[in-house]
């Protein structure tokens, strides 16, 4: 029984797309056992759905869209990290989940359910990892940017290496690929977050919560 459980797991690791598939199960399991310790209140859905909206709509204006999806856009992850910066990375995950959902039906490009999660899910739930850097919030930017890259990057390695052109590496194609548009989309984000007067808008989140718990008592 052992040797024959030992080769079922030997064959799983052969496989790419299986090992990044368990990769994407266990990131997802962790990340819900995480969300389901964050007791969500009014004020934080309210928030929630006014951040997500609002990425929606700034997805829309894009400055360029690349042919196997992917776009440059007018700082659309802005406000997915204002929720991360406001309130962790945890309730980061979660708006950048329930985003990622919205995303896959405003923007589908679809080749295997494993990609679905690598290009995003996943990569706008990286987006969370800025609220570890709440006090250098443009830092937190560029981890929460490297953490949705990485996963972008994965799935362009395993699930769009046949575009590559012939002679090209695929993990040059993907990592070339995915800065094309995740570098532009990262200095926008940088130059808004550095404009923007941040502390302003998160002290305005914090008073409109104090605000909407009194209207509920």
């Known amino acids: 029984m052992e040797a024959a459980f030992s080769k079922n797991i030997a064959m799983i690791f052969e496989q790419t797309t299986s090992v990044f598939a368990l990769a994407a199960i266990v990131a997802l399991i962790f990340a819900f056992a995480y969300i389901k310790k964050v007791k969500l209140n009014t004020q ?3 928030h929630i759905s006014l951040m997500v909206a609002l990425t929606i709509i700034l997805h829309t204006f894009r400055l360029y869209h690349m042919p196997q999806g992917g776009s440059v856009t007018l700082g659309a992850m802005i406000p997915l990290l204002l929720i991360a910066f406001r309130y962790g990375p945890i309730v980061g995950y979660l708006a950048g989940f329930v985003y990622g959902l919205f995303n896959l039906l405003q ?3 679809i080749l295997h359910p494993i990609q679905v999660l690598f290009d995003y899910p996943l990569p706008y739930m990286a987006l969370g990892l800025a609220g570890y850097f709440k006090d250098r919030m443009l ?5 929460g940017s490297c953490g949705r ?7 362009g390695v395993v699930f769009f290496a046949s575009y590559a052109p012939p002679g090209t590496s695929p993990y040059w194609y993907s990592f070339v690929f995915n800065a094309t548009y995740l570098l532009p989309e990262l200095m926008i984000c940088l130059f808004i977050l550095r404009v923007l007067p941040v502390k302003r808008l998160l002290l305005q989140m914090r008073n409109s919560e104090n605000y909407i718990s009194g209207y509920g008592r």
């Open 149 to 155: 890259f990485i996963c972008h990057f994965i799935s």
């Open 107 to 109: 923007d589908p490009y």
């Open 139 to 143: 830092l937190g930017a560029i981890v």
């Open 44 to 46: 934080m859905m309210v």
